[in-house]
């Protein structure tokens, strides 16, 4: 999939495109399956497979000579989870001219819970009781997304990730599954749930990756009786829904939003490195310890060195789901210095030792 950003094209424009890629595709040995437009904000999405990135680029720039901005590869199948098709529409008009035109933006609704991991709370509460805690909740958020057309792009135990086409669609839908799932539930499973907008092809190699990532980002700064919503969809949002919700609600200025995307680039790129703490943070995000002690007890309710630590535990943690690692190794691997200080910060996190954990993966 690629994208291709063209100020001013209009849905004419990108169907004859699409036609002279049809033209050429044998040529190339690709097959031009679909397109997203969005005349609006002036970007395209052309959706073609091909034997390698760089022979997409030779047939746009034979076909028609818009050349995309970035290539990704992906899967038809996770393309028509978000997308909902991975084919031209087929109640798309046709021209006078014999052209198929439509326009449909690739921008997606995009809503993501995270929970406790499911390891964890079954130590805690126990099989049954965890598993059937697990299915109930399951089963609510699958029903509110049915009713709301929302598609499920993902769930991996930890969380969902479902796709709307509509912002309305996905916000009820949201406060559906938090009015839905019990209060004490929510705080057994350590619930979080975010609302953010994004399109496929952005800076991630993944589709949808930046927005994906920044929606998990948004969780963090929850508690299990709040959405967080991207100031994006909060633009296409009526206020109705911030004048009956307010409690519920939570919203972000843009700048913290960028905050959060930056911080946490910054500590995904270092979290391995044990000499990498609040100096280096500062450096990097161009900021004095107390500005940077401020915004993160604003967003998080934790000093910067606390916010790191507890980056660095998630991060160990999913090195602990391996089964080729060791506590010793994950010590290390995840910037720690000793294992004994590492073993103590886990069980005050997690409650229990690495070594339980470790014991008890599937």
């Not at 350590?190 to 991630?204: L, R, T, Y």
């Not at 044990?274 to 004095?288: G, K």
């Not at 590492?342 to 409650?351: L, P």
Request: with cysteine; proline share 4%; glycine share 4%.
């Amino acid at each position: 999939m690629d994208i291709h950003h063209v100020p001013g094209i209009e849905a004419h424009d990108a169907a004859e495109a699409h036609r002279k890629d049809l033209m050429n595709q044998e040529s190339y040995n690709c097959k031009a399956m679909t397109y997203w437009i969005d005349e609006i904000r002036g970007v395209a999405f052309c959706l073609i497979e091909a034997p390698q990135k760089e022979i997409v680029e030779e047939l746009h720039r034979k076909s028609h000579g818009l050349i995309p901005f970035k290539i990704i590869e992906v899967k038809n199948e996770v393309v028509a989870s978000f997308l909902g098709r991975i084919n031209d529409p087929e109640d798309a008009e046709i021209s006078d001219d014999g052209l198929k035109v439509f326009s449909e933006s690739a921008l997606r609704i995009l809503l993501v819970t995270d929970t406790i991991d499911p390891i964890i709370l079954r130590i805690r509460l126990g099989l049954d009781k965890a598993n059937d805690l697990l299915y109930k909740q399951n089963n609510i958020i699958r029903k509110e997304l049915s009713v709301h057309q929302g598609r499920e792009v993902e769930h991996e135990g930890k969380g969902f990730i479902a796709s709307f086409s509509s912002a309305t669609k996905a916000m009820s839908c949201a406060l559906n599954i938090l009015k839905n799932l019990p209060s004490e539930n929510r705080k057994l499973t350590d619930f979080k749930i975010s609302v953010n907008a994004g399109e496929p092809v952005a800076k991630s190699d993944t589709i949808f990756g930046d927005a994906i990532q920044q929606a998990r980002n948004l969780c963090t700064t929850s508690n299990t009786d709040q959405i967080v919503i991207a100031s994006t969809v909060k633009e296409l949002l009526a206020n109705d829904y911030f004048e009956a919700s307010q409690d519920n609600l939570v919203t972000l200025m843009p700048q913290d939003e960028s905050l959060i995307e930056s911080l946490f680039n910054k500590l995904e790129e270092n979290w391995q490195d044990p000499n990498f703490a609040v100096t280096e943070i500062c450096q990097a995000m161009s900021m004095s310890k107390s500005q940077l002690y401020r915004k993160t007890i604003a967003l998080w309710g934790l000093p910067p060195n606390v916010l790191l630590k507890e980056f660095r535990l998630e991060k160990a943690r999913e090195l602990l789901k391996r089964h080729d690692v060791n506590i010793s190794e994950t010590t290390f691997d995840s910037g720690f210095n000793s294992p004994s200080y590492f073993t103590k910060c886990f069980k005050k996190k997690y409650g229990l030792a690495p070594a339980i954990y470790l014991n008890s993966r599937q």
